[in-house]
């Protein structure tokens, strides 16, 4: 991870903050790894990431109060207004970070753009996203309070969405980011909170998890969560 990288990642996260809109949102992308270090603490976990993508949820309904133009807020650093696939799915972007907002996907869902009029862009729809709220984490980093997934939630949602990646490169970051956490877990003395979890959520949804592991080839992980 570059160091400018960081730094401007760090500058985002303190404007959200003094806007109050960090307080309401949630942090789930990738860029939760490097935070993750403080959980892991005393436990072998490489914070190291590959990515420009800053993802944020909003909860739907969303508790942001007020109105804050994240574009202008974020305009002075170097950010520009951006557009992503055919719906125009807002993003910011700039050379070394691209801000992205998600909600999460309910009923049958739909490839239009969610307004946010109170942030001033619209977020992009997805499912699955729901697991990443049901079990967070409040880390503090240079001073901010920043909520992000329970790591055990993360790492099992990204063995779902790796399978229903189309871009292989972020599919295999994925799947790699996940086997790393879960490892973590285990060697962190966790396992029964990640069975746990794991038995929590539908069938369905298990059984995704189960084949990501499988088409991972990662048998230790298998063999805890089928066993229990």
Not at 51 to 64: A, C, G, V
Not at 198 to 211: D, R, S, T, Y
């Amino acid at each position: 991870m570059e160091k400018n990288q960081y730094k401007l990642c760090i500058e985002v996260l303190k404007r959200l903050e003094k806007s109050g809109v960090l307080k309401q949102i949630v942090l789930i992308g990738s860029w939760c790894i490097p935070f993750y270090k403080e959980y892991f603490s005393g436990v072998k976990f490489l914070t190291s990431i590959r990515t420009r993508d800053i993802d944020f949820l909003i909860p739907n309904p969303s508790k942001i109060a007020g109105h804050v133009d994240i574009a202008e807020l974020m305009k002075d650093l170097g950010f520009i207004v951006g557009y992503k696939g055919s719906k125009g799915v807002i993003k910011l972007e700039h050379p070394d970070l691209a801000i992205e907002f998600l909600v999460p996907e309910k009923g049958r869902g739909t490839n239009e753009p969610y307004p946010l009029p109170e942030l001033g862009v619209n977020a992009q729809a997805l499912r699955f996203l729901n697991f990443l709220t049901d079990g967070v984490v409040t880390v503090e980093i240079e001073n901010i309070a920043l909520t992000i997934p329970h790591p055990i939630n993360f790492a099992l949602h990204k063995l779902i969405i790796f399978q229903r990646r189309k871009n292989d490169d972020k599919a295999q970051k994925d799947m790699e980011s996940a086997l790393r956490i879960l490892k973590a877990v285990v060697e962190k003395g966790e396992t029964d909170i990640m069975v746990a979890k794991f038995n929590g959520i539908p069938k369905g949804w298990q059984q995704k998890i189960l084949m990501g592991l499988k088409k991972a080839g990662d048998s230790a992980i298998l063999d805890i969560l089928k066993q229990r």
